[in-house]
Nanobody
């Protein structure tokens, strides 16, 4: 039984930082693709970042490059999303995803992931 549990969301002012965590059970994060997605009200879910091969290979959507960092603690089977320089447009529910299948170019396609966490809310005020 695969479980992904996110934590670390909250409310911050613009320019602030948050670190999201995704603890995986029943699944070895180090051997697989791990992704972070977000969904703002009224918008489609979008891929934010992904990590492969224990964090050696990473991908980011353009809007977060240079501000967000995805990393993994393989001993803890946990994936993190460090978010710096937060902007109001980063406000969304953030989800961790795993069970990826497909080509690497599809890392930001939600349909490619089989397992999802329950989400953690991030709210950035101006």
């Amino acid at each position: 039984q695969v479980q992904l549990v996110e934590s670390g969301g909250g409310s911050v002012q613009a320019g602030g930082s948050l670190r999201l965590s995704c603890a995986a059970s029943g699944y070895t994060a180090a051997r697989n693709f791990m992704g972070w997605f977000r969904q703002a009200p009224g918008k489609e879910r979008e891929g934010v970042a992904a990590s492969f091969r224990g964090g050696i290979i990473t991908y980011y959507t353009d809007s977060v490059k240079g501000r967000f960092t995805i990393s993994q603690d393989n001993a803890k089977n946990t994936v993190y999303l460090q978010m710096n320089g937060l902007k109001p447009e980063d406000t969304a529910m953030y989800y961790c995803a795993s069970g990826f299948s497909g080509s690497i170019g599809d890392w930001n396609e939600e349909s490619r992931y089989q397992y999802w966490g329950q989400g953690t809310q991030v709210t950035v005020s101006s």
